[in-house]
């Protein structure tokens, strides 16, 4: 079994410890960027574990997979700073609903339906998914949004694992602390072919799991 390290021995750590320990379980020791915590101990309940600097616990522990107990605003800079310290991406875990990983702001939170297709943004670059008849219909839509939420779930994987996908080259694609798994995303109907009117329903919530 893998051991369980805590990055962050500090005031978040010490107020969600139990929730933490729940999520990731008991951790063999705790690191912290702060040399004035090094080789002093972090107590708890009845327990008490060591904190260490980071390079000391890779060594002790290269079964290692260190969780980050900071507050949400500080995670994607102390992400940033664990990989460039020659930590895999893969080993870092959050306890917060969020992952690393190349993304952008519209992917997996907004679909647009216009007249070139369903699409995850408003930039006209892409394939993405097309209705044969190039007209959506409320009978057709269903069936159109199913591809979609295919094609989305495959881009997310692709994403996941370093794959080229339809996004590629893209300037808005970025490494980013992403939120995690979306359950409903807003829907517009934008524009239908032979109409300039712009034209919007009701919010669909939409599924994606
Ligand atoms: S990465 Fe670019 S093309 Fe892909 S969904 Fe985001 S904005 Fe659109």
């Known amino acids: 079994?893998?051991?369980?390290?805590?990055?962050?021995?500090?005031?978040?750590?010490?107020?969600?410890?139990?929730?933490?320990?729940?999520k990731a379980g008991e951790p063999v020791c705790?690191?912290?960027a702060d040399i004035r915590k090094h080789y002093t101990s972090f107590n708890y309940g009845e327990g008490r574990v060591d904190i260490l600097p980071l390079n000391v616990t890779v060594e002790k522990f290269p079964d290692y997979e260190l969780w980050l107990t900071q507050i949400p605003e500080s995670l994607l800079?102390?992400?940033?700073?664990?990989?460039?310290?020659?930590?895999?991406?893969?080993?870092?875990?959050?306890l917060e609903e969020v992952e690393y990983r190349l993304?952008?702001?519209?992917?997996?939170?907004?679909?647009?339906?216009?007249?070139?297709?369903?699409r995850p943004c408003c930039y006209p670059k892409g394939k993405f998914v097309c209705s044969d008849d190039?007209?959506?219909?409320?009978?057709?839509?269903?069936?159109?949004?199913?591809?979609?939420?295919?094609?989305?779930?495959?881009?997310l994987q692709k994403l996941r694992e370093g794959d080229?996908?339809?996004?590629?080259?893209c300037s808005?694609?970025?490494?980013?602390?992403?939120?995690?798994p979306q359950k409903v995303i807003f829907c517009e109907l934008r524009r239908i072919r032979h109409s300039n009117?712009?034209?919007?329903?009701d919010d669909v919530p939409f599924c994606l799991v």
């Open 103 to 118: 993304g952008c702001r519209n992917l997996g939170k907004l679909i647009v339906i216009n007249y070139y297709g369903i």
């Open 77 to 94: 800079k102390i992400t940033e700073y664990l990989i460039e310290q020659g930590i895999p991406k893969e080993r870092i875990h959050y």
């Open 164 to 169: 080229p996908t339809d996004c590629d080259g």
């Open 30 to 32: 705790f690191v912290d």
């Open 172 to 180: 808005e694609l970025k490494e980013a602390l992403i939120n995690g």
């Open 134 to 155: 190039k007209v959506f219909t409320p009978q057709n839509l269903p069936v159109y949004l199913e591809k979609f939420k295919q094609w989305l779930n495959n881009t």
């Open 1 to 22: 079994m893998a051991s369980t390290i805590f990055y962050g021995a500090g005031d978040n750590a010490t107020t969600n410890l139990s929730r933490f320990i729940e």
């Open 197 to 201: 009117t712009l034209k919007m329903v």
